[in-house]
């Protein structure tokens, strides 16, 4: 009996982990995306002068954050607050936001 659960164990995990890989990104990005509500509103729908971040290009996304990171973009905190952060990271939260709903502002 213990031997047939843990051989039914060992076949479905493998499967498990395939089949889970998708979601664990979207967790990655979003308890990335947590730190950015702050100035750019819950998932990422600024309601101030703050530009809002939601639907915006993967692309995009990563080129700002990267630009900021290296002081080629002007700021007031957001090159520092690109610096703790790492390429796969933007990527993470780039497709987080990019799959959230842009708003018309």
């Not at 967790?27 to 730190?35: I, K, M, N, P, Q």
């Not at 080129?63 to 390429?87: Q, W």
Request: hydrophobic share 40%; aromatic share 10%.
């Amino acid at each position: 009996m213990i031997k047939n659960r843990i051989i039914a164990i060992c076949l479905l995990l493998p499967w498990g982990w395939v089949q889970s890989s998708e979601p664990v990104e979207s967790a990655d990005g979003w308890s990335l995306s947590v730190s950015c509500a702050g100035c750019h509103g819950t998932f990422g729908k600024s309601f101030s002068s703050i530009p809002s971040i939601n639907g915006l290009d993967e692309e995009e996304f990563i080129r700002k954050l990267s630009e900021f990171k290296e002081g080629v973009r002007p700021a007031s905190v957001m090159d520092r607050i690109a610096r703790g952060f790492n390429e796969r990271d933007f990527e993470k939260m780039a497709i987080y936001f990019a799959r959230q709903k842009r708003n018309s502002r």
